[in-house]
């Protein structure tokens, strides 16, 4: 192991040395949880793992593995990665949050549509249901996986001593709002308008209003959030 601060050689050692009672074994392995606090290392820092082999034929060379390299990333640092990582989930929920606006207006358009219609609904009409209903699921899904995606970040908030406690709370209540409007509200508007998709104009009418309501729902618990 090598560590660098700058251009100082802070370490330069060997951590483990292993011998193989089997002569004939090709690879070898051992767990190695390593801490940077260990090594007093600092925000900045750099640490180098090397693995070195011998093998049993006498003058041959060690071969040597690649180096992997790790950046020390102090908690303050790390905390505003974290902070930045935050920002980005909440910057991506507003994109979906103005996608769920684009198919709440949508709805609206194909409710007159269907309203319009007589005896059943036209094969265009069918086809622009089929796409919104595929849309807004689409957009459910994008909301959860933010959401999941936003629990990553917040497990990395919560090993973190120096972030604030409060603003983890926050954070994590957010993301289940967000996972409640997906599940809640988009996924049930689709299969509202899927409904629709199937059925004549009088049940569809109702089917689309039932599914407007749900995302002009979704759309108002998305605006409180950001």
């Known amino acids: 192991m090598k ?3 700058g251009n100082d050689l802070l370490i330069d050692t060997t951590l483990y040395e292993q011998t193989e009672s089997d002569k004939n074994v090709t690879q070898s392995g051992f767990p190695f949880p390593f801490d940077p606090r260990l090594f007093t290392l600092q925000d900045g820092d750099v640490a180098e793992f090397t693995a070195q082999a011998l093998d049993r034929f006498p003058e041959r060379e060690p071969t040597n593995s690649r180096t992997v390299r790790f950046i020390v990333v102090g908690p303050e640092k790390h905390a505003e990665i974290i902070r930045d990582r935050m920002e980005a989930i909440m910057a991506r929920t507003s994109e979906i949050a103005r996608e769920q606006e684009s198919l709440l207006m949508e709805t ?5 549509e269907v309203e319009a219609s007589e005896e059943s609904i036209d094969s265009k009409t069918e086809r622009k249901l089929s796409k919104l209903a595929d849309m807004q699921r689409t957009n459910a899904r994008n909301l959860k996986a933010n959401a999941e995606k936003g629990m990553d970040v917040l497990e990395e908030a919560a090993r973190n001593p120096t972030f604030d406690q409060e603003a983890i709370k926050d954070f994590g ?6 996972k409640d409007v997906a599940s ?19 049940s569809a009418s ?3 209003a039932q599914a407007e309501e749900l995302e002009r729902q979704a759309l108002s618990e998305l605006q409180e959030i950001l």
């Open 206 to 208: 109702e089917s689309l």
């Open 184 to 202: 809640s509200k988009m996924k049930p508007a689709s299969s509202k308008i899927q409904e629709a998709q199937a059925s004549p104009p009088s």
């Open 173 to 178: 209540e957010t993301l289940q709002k967000m």
């Open 3 to 5: 560590a660098i601060r």
């Open 108 to 112: 609206i358009a194909l409710e007159e």
